[in-house]
């Protein structure tokens, strides 16, 4: 008989001790795998970390054990799913974020292999399903329902997969109002492009790889201004790599944003090359988490989660954009993809390569401090210059153009000469929608989200009010709730009014928007792009997402609408984002032969994040933010963890938030700063009420020793969810 111990799948967060199981058939088992059993009544999947053989049977094995055990119900894989690295990160990811080791296995295998029931079901080999508009009625339908159908409506035909709102979808079929049409899935189309010969290398280009080669350092941070040149820098660290017969593993901040950096890499390695990324269904997961596996690809490129690709002998690891947020995932199991990848690193005795024009504070602080070893682009490439920037103060209404309160003369005037010229523009505004409040002329009344409180927006495609924080619409109604009035009015502006703005000035001109809304339609985000790149359209207006690496030959006018707007949100990063922001979207201008001019409209014309990104002085702007985190006592000046407490009973969560904090505080003493019990800004998480707590510290080590205790002393209790956050972002 073989006993197992086995990690189960439980929703409940804290579980994370194994448990004893046996096993009477004949087949060898082995750690790595996953086996069916039933715990509580329930059929759950198990994942085997140890197998033990015993030559008792049950009754004698349970009588010298002195408990009961049962047999597993049945085994689902004959080899272990992870190879021995992968093994052992999975022990340091789960005990250097302090969560579950079951929790990390999810994220790093594909859902078609993940040790969770559903995974029995995900499909091997799939069919995209499309939903369709049949019924247009709207009647008895809520809200949402509505929402849904005449975005499905105006889309013509749309992904399932691509809307993440499923309960609606199966109300709309249950009514209905749209049907599902079945395809049989294309594996995931990976084009067979050409082979291109590189470009030779700038005199700067050698200069970094040349100084990346002959160094033994294991983590490389490269600040390189935007239109440097980083991606055949990239490319060519990659073929050499390669020719050592190592692998590569690519990381990207997302590829709908990014399909630029896949195409680079397909035209120079073309079917050496693996893509992992979250637009995939679980059968093109499945294919190609197979094919790495099997070694059949020596290069993966891919989002957060391919960090954990099963790639062997890995020889480099790039992060492109590090200091991009979505590395950091913001639930369970809360990994950095950076801290993952040197973990990587040092296992395989691989080099790290992190890039950006705009590194985040705490790489380049572990640069200056020789923990990173620092690598310089400081020109574009041809000497190309930086654009030129003009920041608008907004508050002198001198600079506003009467005709249209959104536009500068600046900005309307640039965008009239940019357009004369043939050449493209591109306006950021980060904020989606048409406007940002809608109010009651003769009341006063201002429409709220019932559940968050905050102004809700008006967004005129759909003719719909949402709210941006949670998920809650509403058709704008005709008259005002409150005095029946018929006055409302619009304030405030998103990318939506922006667009009908551009098109009322300028008549002629062509214009794309992509935001989160147009975008809801994942599949649209590089379509859009590629038009735009095409020149389809010569204006492209958008949220933060235009902002990412792209390389518009043609642009050669950006416009930051607001730059003001993030600014105030409540976070010691809100600085470090604007600066990033802005930094990135002016980047886009004149990368070509084409010089390229940007203008930047405010209300804060003289903050720092502003002025020094508008002359896209990292350094100044490093130094700047780091004198402000010192006095603040923020990163990387200190290492921050969170723990957040959620319960249905409000009592119950702010009592045990307060035993918590003085645990915390006996503890850490003066090695720590403990802030809270504070209400997340959202005080609700799906009808849970939820308290937080921020520990600063400057120890890590002694942290950990300290939030491992509190784990042990307060995470296993029935009345709340206690979760930990090591390096949270939104603080
Ligand atoms: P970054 O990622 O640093 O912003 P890119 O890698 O997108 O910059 O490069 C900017 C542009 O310069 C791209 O169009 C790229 O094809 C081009 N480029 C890069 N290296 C060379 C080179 N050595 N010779 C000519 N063009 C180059
Ligand atoms: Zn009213
Ligand atoms: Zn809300």
């Known amino acids: 008989m073989q006993i197992v111990e086995v990690l189960i799948e439980y929703a ?17 088992l082995v750690k790595g795998i996953r086996v069916l059993l039933e715990f509580n009544h329930r ?8 197998v033990t053989e015993t030559n008792l049977n049950l009754e004698q094995y349970e009588e010298e054990k002195g408990f009961s055990i049962s047999e597993i119900k049945d085994v689902i894989d004959d080899v272990p799913l992870l190879n021995e690295e992968l093994l052992s990160l999975l022990d340091e990811v789960s005990s250097y974020y302090l969560v579950p080791k079951i929790s990390v296995l999810q994220s790093m295998l594909p859902p078609s292999l993940s040790p969770r029931k559903s995974s029995l079901k995900a499909p091997k080999i799939a069919y995209d399903q499309y939903l369709e508009v049949i019924d247009e009625s709207e009647e008895d339908l809520t809200n949402k329902q509505i929402e849904l159908l005449r975005f499905i409506k105006l889309e013509g035909r749309v992904l399932k997969r691509d809307i993440k709102q499923v309960s609606i979808i199966d109300k709309l079929l249950e009514k ?3 049907q599902i049409v079945k395809e049989e899935k294309r594996r995931l189309k990976v084009p067979d492009y050409q082979y291109q010969t590189p470009p030779k290398l700038s005199e700067d280009q050698n200069k970094v790889i040349d100084e990346f080669n002959n160094s033994n350092d294991s983590v490389y941070l490269l600040e390189g201004v935007t239109g440097s040149g980083k991606t055949e820098v990239y490319l060519n660290l990659s073929e050499q790599v390669l020719k050592a017969g190592k692998s590569v593993l690519m990381l990207v901040p997302e590829i709908s944003l990014t399909p630029m950096m896949v195409e680079y890499f397909l035209h120079r390695f073309s079917n050496n090359v693996a893509i992992l990324h979250s637009e995939l269904t679980p059968a093109e997961k499945y294919d190609e988490y197979r094919k790495i596996a099997k070694g059949d690809c020596k290069i993966v490129v891919g989002v957060r989660s391919a960090i954990f690709a099963p790639l062997k002998n890995i020889g480099l690891i790039i992060l492109d954009e590090e200091h991009t947020e979505s590395y950091k995932q913001d639930n369970l199991p809360f990994y950095h993809a950076r801290e993952v990848a040197i973990m990587r690193g040092k296992y395989n005795h691989a080099k790290v390569l992190l890039a950006s024009a705009t590194p985040s504070l705490e790489s380049r602080a572990r640069g200056q401090k020789g923990v990173y070893h620092m690598l310089y682009l400081t ?17 002198d209404y001198h600079n506003i153009d009467r005709d249209s309160y959104i536009f500068s003369h600046a900005l309307r005037d640039e ?22 409040h809608v109010t009651c002329r003769n009341c006063g009344h201002v429409f709220k989200c019932p559940t968050c409180g905050i102004a809700l927006t008006y967004h005129k495609k759909d003719n719909m009010l949402k709210c941006h924080h949670c998920d809650y619409v509403e058709p704008l109604p005709e008259t005002c709730p409150e005095c029946g009035s018929k006055y409302l009015m619009k304030t405030g502006f998103g990318t939506e009014k922006i667009q009908e703005e551009v098109e009322r000035l300028f008549p002629s001109a062509r214009t794309l928007r992509l935001d989160s809304d147009s975008a809801k339609n994942k599949s649209k985000i590089p379509e859009v792009i590629e038009a735009f790149r095409k020149k389809e359209a010569d204006v492209l207006i958008g949220t933060q997402m235009i902002a990412k690496g792209h390389d518009f030959p043609d642009v050669t006018l950006v416009g930051i609408v607001l730059a003001d707007i993030g600014l105030s949100m409540p976070s010691y990063r809100s600085n470090e984002r604007a600066f990033q922001l802005i930094t990135q979207a002016i980047g886009r201008s004149g990368r070509k032969e084409k010089p390229g001019m940007a203008i930047i409209q405010t209300y804060l014309p003289s903050h720092y994040a502003i002025t020094f990104a508008a002359r896209q002085d990292y350094e100044l702007f490093y130094r700047k933010e780091m004198e402000m985190r010192k006095l603040q006592f923020y990163p990387p000046y200190a290492y921050l963890a969170s723990v957040t407490i959620r319960g249905k009973s409000e009592e119950t969560v702010i009592e045990n938030t307060i035993r918590i904090v003085d645990f915390l505080n006996d503890e850490f ?32 080590k002694k942290a950990h020793d300290i939030l ?13 969810e206690l979760l930990i956050n090591i390096d949270p972002y939104n603080f």
């Open 12 to 28: 409940k967060s804290s579980l994370n001790r194994p448990f004893s199981y046996c096993y009477k058939g004949n087949k060898k």
């Open 43 to 50: 059929d759950l999947i198990g994942y085997v970390i140890n």
């Open 176 to 178: 209905n109002r749209i």
């Open 379 to 395: 020109k574009r490439i041809n000497n190309q210059k930086l654009p030129t920037t003009k920041i608008v103060n907004m508050l």
């Open 415 to 436: 965008l009239h000469k940019t357009l004369a010229k043939g050449e493209q523009a591109i306006l950021l505004i980060n904020r989606r929608g048409f406007s940002t």
């Open 669 to 700: 003493l003066d090695d720590g700063q403990i802030l809270g019990p504070s209400t997340p800004y959202i005080p609700f998480d799906m009808g849970l009420h939820v308290r937080a707590i921020l520990i600063k510290f400057k120890d890590p």
């Open 708 to 720: 491992l205790k509190m784990q042990e002393l307060f995470a296993y209790n029935s009345a709340y």
